[in-house]
């Protein structure tokens, strides 16, 4: 584990996850699949869950995380912009599942 006195790479990671799970929201709140709303759940409490256990100090685990909270939220807003291009109701009939989230926590 390596540490760090730089409290910005956590504060980073952080604002990372918050606008993962911002996305996740957005979704959740544009869709009346029941199936789709609790998978949306389970990832914004994986993604809680996830940060909440990193400790501010170890350095690698929080470049990881916010690398990997970057690349997640990128996904979703693409998608999301996809669907508003495609004029189709946001993710009302998307099957779009990322388990990478809820997997890293196990």
């Given at each position: 584990?390596?540490?760090?006195?730089?409290?910005?790479?956590?504060?980073?990671?952080?604002?990372?996850?918050?606008?993962?799970?911002?996305?996740?929201?957005?979704?959740?709140?544009?869709?009346?699949?029941?199936?789709?709303?609790?998978?949306?759940?389970?990832?914004?409490?994986?993604?809680?869950?996830?940060?909440?256990?990193?400790?501010?100090?170890?350095?690698?685990?929080?470049?990881?995380?916010?690398?990997?909270?970057a690349s997640l939220a990128k996904e979703q807003s693409t998608?999301i912009q996809v669907q508003k291009d495609h004029s189709i109701h946001p993710l009302t009939t998307t099957?779009?599942?990322?388990?990478?989230?809820?997997?890293?926590?196990?």
């Amino acid at each position: 584990m390596s540490t760090t006195s730089d409290p910005m790479i956590y504060d980073v990671m952080r604002e990372t996850s918050n606008k993962l799970v911002g996305t996740y929201l957005y979704r959740l709140n544009h869709t009346s699949d029941l199936q789709q709303q609790d998978s949306l759940k389970s990832r914004i409490s994986a993604v809680y869950s996830l940060v909440k256990n990193i400790n501010p100090n170890d350095q690698q685990t929080i470049l990881t995380a916010t690398s990997q909270f970057a690349s997640l939220a990128k996904e979703q807003s693409t998608l999301i912009q996809v669907q508003k291009d495609h004029s189709i109701h946001p993710l009302t009939t998307t099957r779009h599942t990322d388990s990478r989230v809820v997997a890293s926590t196990r």
